[in-house]
């Protein structure tokens, strides 16, 4: 079992940065393919960005490109989305997720790829 523990979320006025930050524990983080989610209210969890379990292949949905970035570092357990240029539409519960096995190819973009998930934190964009 992977234990995941989101924070760094917030009230944040359009144009503005956040970075949220996942602490991971249990398991050999290392060894998951990590991703990150988010949930609008009266929204399904969609897909923002997700990292490889050696942290060489990144993947971001095409709303967030080029404003987020996704990063892990190995031997503090985390994993980080750096969010610029927000927008009220980035507004959401924002969830880490590690993949549901280890050492598996990355790609997955559907959250029922993944078998464990933090708790999220809300980002709130003011207009």
């Known amino acids: 079992q992977v234990q995941l523990a989101e924070s760094g979320g917030g009230l944040v006025q359009a144009g503005g940065s956040l970075r949220l930050s996942c602490a991971a524990s249990?398991?050999?983080?290392?060894?998951?393919?990590m991703g990150w989610f988010r949930q609008a209210p009266g929204k399904e969890r969609e897909f923002v960005s997700a990292?490889?379990?050696?942290?060489?292949?990144?993947d971001y949905a095409d709303s967030v490109k080029g404003r987020f970035t996704i990063s892990r570092d190995n031997a503090k357990n985390t994993v980080t989305l750096q969010m610029n240029s927000l927008q009220p539409e980035d507004t959401a519960v924002y969830y880490c997720a590690a993949d549901r096995l280890p050492l598996r190819p990355p790609g997955s973009r559907r959250a029922d790829g993944y078998g464990h998930w933090g708790q999220g934190t809300q980002v709130t964009v003011s207009s």
């Open positions: 249990g398991r050999t983080f290392s060894n998951y393919n």
């Open positions: 990292i490889s379990w050696r942290g060489g292949a990144t």
